[in-house]
């Protein structure tokens, strides 16, 4: 699925594409959505990049079986 933000939007707003989709992961991030692989993911952004996004924006970050699940699933360990 693709999503289709205007230039006209992204400037009324004042974010870039990529910012836009950093502050929709950080929000999905904190509300609980998404775990932090797949919020990394929809931001484009390595883990060090994401954890001080959601530093800059008074995010604490919070690490749930499922995102250890999710980081061994990563590095190829299964359980």
Do not use: W
């Not at 929000?27 to 609980?32: G, H, I, V, W």
């Not at 797949?38 to 996004?53: G, S």
Request: aromatic fraction near 6%.
């Amino acid at each position: 699925m693709a999503i289709i933000i205007s230039d006209d939007t992204l400037l009324k707003v004042q974010r870039t594409g990529p910012e836009l989709l950093t502050d929709l992961a950080c929000y999905l991030y904190e509300k609980k959505r998404l775990g932090g692989g797949k919020a990394r993911e929809l931001a484009n952004l390595n883990h060090v990049e994401f954890q001080q996004a959601l530093g800059s924006r008074g995010i604490e970050i919070h690490y749930s079986e499922e995102d250890f699940l999710e980081e061994l699933s990563n590095l190829g360990i299964h359980r």
